[in-house]
């Protein structure tokens, strides 16, 4: 069985939001969400496709103002 995989990618500022996407086959199926910018990746599983993108890039944006705030 083959896992279905997309990948977008968003211009910034200092390079591209790289966003991978597996799982998702049919409705009611896992799938996950990577979300990786500058060495920083981070992990969402989920059932819904959009939601899922939309946290990883979500969780992502707070990692992100945590490493900012704390240097």
């Known amino acids: ?3 279905r995989m997309d990948m ?9 939001i790289k966003v991978y996407v597996f799982g998702f086959l049919r409705d009611s199926a896992w799938g996950q969400a990577y979300a990786e910018y500058n060495g920083l990746t981070v992990v969402v599983k989920g059932y819904n496709r ?3 993108i939309i946290r990883a890039l979500t969780k992502l944006h707070e990692s992100l103002l945590k490493i900012k705030k704390d240097s």
Do not use: C
């Not at 977008?8 to 591209?16: C, L, M, N, R, V």
């Open 50 to 52: 959009k939601k899922t």
């Open 8 to 16: 977008i990618f968003i211009p910034a500022e200092a390079g591209y």
């Open 1 to 3: 069985m083959s896992e």
